[in-house]
């Protein structure tokens, strides 16, 4: 007889264990500034940031660190998302004031152009209180993602990454990590100071949204400086834009 691990129990019994708030559900959208999805990263994504020693219970669905702490990756979310809320669940059987379970969300960075002046912080931390037990800390940054930016204020442009660190105290097994969920949603571009069309000032209800697609290559209007925004679309038009924003590809000449 063929014998195996109960991953299909290790599951169950892993998410029996973590509180879920009820309300907190992803919209029913794949697409859209209205829909908030859900993100999330499980124990499994987290390691040491050197070469020490860190452990596993997949039966619970935990990982802890043996030394220092664990470090995940977090570019997962789409470009300007906005990061509204993270969830860190974690297991601490510690009464001891050493052993509170710490997590935050990093960001480093360096000049796209040359890679120098690196950067670092920690825009989101938290730390729990001596509760043992499964639990959960939850954070609000509302948190625009972007990937290339101005962050450090220089006049030049970097690349950012993120991550997540968690800390398990005293590094017994005591205090571990169970996952990371982060919930998300899209947003549309700010405005710029200037209107890229002679027919759609910056004070158009709808200026926004039209700077949006030009900015992302969408629609260049429709001649002469103007975008015509009350002209007629037609279907040619309409799958120009459509095949745009969405970017389908499909490999018409794949074996």
Known sequence: MRRGFPFGMATALALLSIPVRAQETAGPFDFGTQDEAVTVIGWANFFPAVNTGY????????????????FAPADVLPNGAVLEQIVFYFNDSSNAAAGDFSAKLCRTWVDSGTGANPGRDCPVSVSSNGSPGDSYLEALPHLTILYRQDIDGDGV????SHFLQV????????????????????QVNPAPAQASFNDVPTNDP?????EALVASGITAGCGAGNYCPDA???RRQMAVFLAKALGPHWPWNAQ
């Open 55 to 70: 452990d596993t219970d997949v039966l619970l669905g935990i990982r802890f660190e043996t030394q220092l702490s664990l």
């Open 167 to 186: 800390g398990t105290p005293p590094h017994d097994g005591s205090t571990s990590i169970r996952m990371v969920r982060l919930r998300w949603r899209r």
């Open 232 to 234: 007629p679309l037609t």
């Open 206 to 210: 709808a200026f926004q949204f039209i």
């Open 157 to 160: 442009s970097e690349i950012v």
